[in-house]
C-alpha cells in the first residue's frame, strides 16, 4: 500500500478517482483538496461550502466531483480546473445527504437526503431533472447505480420504528 500525507488535522470525506491516481478530502473548514497519491502533491482546491461536507463522489469518467454538506448543499465540481459547474440546495426538509451516485455514463447524480430521492442530470450545467417520491416514514441511507448500462438505480432505506427496503427502479 501507499500512504498519502495530507495537510489537515482532521478530515471529514474521503473519495478515490476511478483510476485510482487522485485522492480527493473534505477537511473541518469545508475546503475539499485533491492529492495525486504517487507525488503526494496538491493539484486542485475546491472552496464553497458553508457547512461541513459529509459526502464526495467521483464520477466514473474522472472528470466530475461531487460534493454534499450537512445541510444539503450539493455542489458539482470540474476536477480539471477546479470549478465549480453547479451549486444546489436540495431537500424541502433539509435534511442532510446520506449517499450520492454517478450513473455509470456520468450524467446523472442521484443524491438521496432523509426523505428525499433528487436526480440531477448535466455535464457542464447540472440542474434537478425528477425528484422521486420516498415514503415519509423512511430514511433514505444508501444508492447504488447499476455498473454496465447505468440506468438501474436501488436505494436502500431504514424505516424509522427499524427494518429495512430496497427499491429498484
Given amino acids: 500500500y501507499k500512504e498519502v500525507a495530507i495537510n489537515s488535522s482532521s478530515v471529514e470525506e474521503l473519495a478515490l478517482s476511478p483510476d485510482g491516481k487522485t485522492v480527493a478530502y473534505a477537511d473541518s473548514e469545508n475546503v475539499i483538496r485533491l492529492v495525486d497519491v504517487e507525488s503526494q502533491a496538491s493539484s486542485q482546491l475546491f472552496k464553497g461550502h458553508t457547512s461541513s461536507i459529509k459526502q464526495l463522489a467521483f464520477s466514473p469518467d474522472g472528470q466530475t466531483l461531487a460534493s454534499a454538506s450537512w445541510k444539503g448543499e450539493v455542489r458539482v465540481w470540474d476536477v480539471g480546473n477546479g470549478k465549480a459547474l453547479s451549486a444546489l440546495e436540495l431537500g424541502k426538509s433539509m435534511d442532510h445527504i446520506n449517499d450520492m451516485a454517478f450513473s455509470s455514463d456520468s450524467g446523472t447524480l442521484a443524491v438521496a437526503t432523509g426523505k428525499e430521492l433528487f436526480l440531477l442530470e448535466g455535464k457542464t ?33 431504514g424505516g424509522k420504528l427499524g427494518g429495512g427496503i430496497v427499491r429498484v427502479w
Fill in 125 to 157: 450545467d447540472w440542474k434537478e431533472k425528477s425528484e422521486l417520491g420516498i415514503d415519509e416514514e423512511m430514511v433514505e441511507n444508501s444508492i447504488a447505480f447499476s455498473s454496465e448500462e447505468g440506468t438501474t438505480l436501488a436505494i436502500c432505506s
